[in-house]
């Protein structure tokens, strides 16, 4: 595994976290932004699994994009060794457990791999090159949709990172964020820090950051201050999974946020690819939620050792009951309650 | 201003981040905690203005106790002088806008002065004084009138720091919850990281973890997850000014645990000395909101610089309706709504 650091252009609007190649994956890797831009050059589908645990790439779609180019490099390891190959995707399915993209993802590769009947490594990267460009196309899709939603003067609170670093394109929620600012809808941009890994004061102020677009980040504490003081119209997330009645599952503080938007009359949306929903997951109960290592508390707090009997409860996701959602916007439109995703 | 490094014994039940010696204030600095334990002696009335601006101490009812002592220092700075005496008080008002308990602490030092008619260095000092010590004896009767509330088995959610670090003795709100323990009527203690400054998982973790008891830091967005779950039947916080109304002012973040504990029919408890009240506020509208530096987020971040184009929105506490709050206990015992604090 090779890496390089490279400055990203300031402007560039097709800029990608994610690039392919020669049968090589390009990742910025994302752990070490804003401070350092750093390229991870990775031409083995261990790398690639190893890269989604490590979180050098986040965000549903980016990681279900980068699963199926793994998916790609795998049949260029295997030849013609389809068994170990079908291991090989298992792995990935394995690397994160939450965003339901990555199993959608690597199960378009094994459909394509069966239609062919053997590992056709052109046609496998043919595919994976599909599965981005069309999240490309949802991406502009949902934005012209989201943001058509939000009235002149908007104020929006949003929570994670949805931009181009977790997405193949311009994003889900920061998509029709960006959108709305691009077309005078959207006058305040607030972002939440989204502890414990900081992907909103590290990686959507970096990204707003680049584009010249004025923002201010939030401590997640401050939601309620924040939606009372009237400065914010709309909640906009994105989602790691979507159940068939509309229960989302997303960051972890997505639900708090949620909670308080109905509590003082602010409008919530979920934007989201539909290769987020899960047709066979019925409700969000039976989501699985990571969890991670409470280092990333302590760590991520400067801390260099705990102080001893340090514990934590860390929980990455939640889930958001569709009750709370006032809105799921996908590529195919915009969704309203009661929602239904059995098919 | 001198300052020495100690070890805190583990379990002394008199530990006390204020001390008064000869004359001189030593204030555990507690930016430095949990990694270092290191005392400031501090002898003049701007060495302990800066240190409550800085945060060397922080906690509404510990900085009344600090500025307490910081007007008797100043008495025996200006030994004839009672108009720059009067003066320097004003310099220790101004040190930190929200908590009321600062402004409570200097008027009862005024008026101790204007009995004796003139600066008498003893008994302001005994003055001082007897504000820790009746600061301790509130500790423990709100420790012991707020614990009973509690049913067993409870799990608790606490935020920010309210202990020994925040108090002249055991504490407000981590007070009742360290009884609560110890009186076998708590089985699950969660404390709120809290952002931007950690008292959480920086000083509440070191105090708990200091007196051996178990307990797991949580994010800020983990609320909803938490509650909706089951494990906390509680929410335990201390406040910095409250209002006649009831309503609290505390540290960001509470009002949105008060709304987010309503949505899941989780109990809310405010705990503070009764020197938190003040009964000239009608409401909380007209409580003044200390804003911080955009710096302590991204700087707590873990960010040397922050990336161009950076801001922030750093309120540094909320104010919580009194029509959320179930109960606030004082020393004088269990308030319930409707509140009245007008006298």
């Known amino acids: ?46 790398q690639v699994a190893r890269a989604i645990t490590d979180l050098v790439v986040r965000g549903a779609p980016a990681i279900g994009i980068t699963a199926a180019f793994g998916a790609a490099i795998a049949a260029r390891q295997r030849g013609d060794d389809i068994s170990a190959w079908r291991l090989d995707l298992e792995r990935l399915d394995r690397s994160r457990p939450t965003a339901v993209n990555l199993a959608w993802a690597t199960a378009r590769m094994r459909r394509k791999a069966e239609t062919t009947g053997r590992l056709d490594v052109g046609a496998l990267e043919a595919e994976a090159r599909a599965i981005h460009a069309e999240d490309v196309s949802a991406n502009r899709a949902m934005a012209e949709a989201g943001s058509a939603l939000l009235d002149a003067g908007s104020g929006i609170l949003t929570h994670c990172n949805t931009g181009a670093l977790a997405t193949g394109g311009i994003g889900t929620a ?31 102020a970096w990204e707003l950051a680049r584009q010249g677009i004025p ?66 997951m019925a409700t969000g109960e039976g989501i699985a939620i990571e969890q991670r290592d409470p280092s990333e508390i302590w760590h991520a707090a400067g801390l260099d050792q705990p102080p001893g009997g340090f514990d934590a409860w860390n929980p990455v996701f939640d889930v958001t009951p569709a009750g709370l959602i006032d809105c799921i916007v996908t590529e195919h439109g915009v969704h309203r309650p009661p929602y239904d995703f059995s098919n």
């Open 1 to 46: 595994m090779r890496s390089m650091t490279t400055r990203v252009r300031r402007t560039d609007p097709d800029f990608s976290p994610i690039r392919f190649e020669e049968g090589v994956l390009h990742l910025l890797d994302q752990r070490r932004l804003p401070t350092e831009e750093r390229w991870l050059a990775l031409d083995t589908v261990d």
């Open 174 to 204: 920061l998509g029709v964020i960006v959108a709305g600012y691009q077309a005078g809808r959207v006058d305040r941009i607030f972002a939440d820090e989204t502890r414990p890994w900081l992907q909103g004061s590290r990686l959507t």
């Open 215 to 280: 923002f201010k980040v939030v401590v997640e504490g401050a939601a309620a201050a924040l939606m009372s003081s009237g400065q914010v119209q709309w909640v906009v997330t994105g989602a790691d999974r979507i159940a068939a009645n509309g229960d989302v599952a997303n960051k972890i503080g997505t639900c708090s946020l949620a909670v308080i938007a109905r509590h003082f009359n602010v409008r919530f949306m979920v934007v989201a690819p539909s290769s987020t929903v899960d047709p066979y």
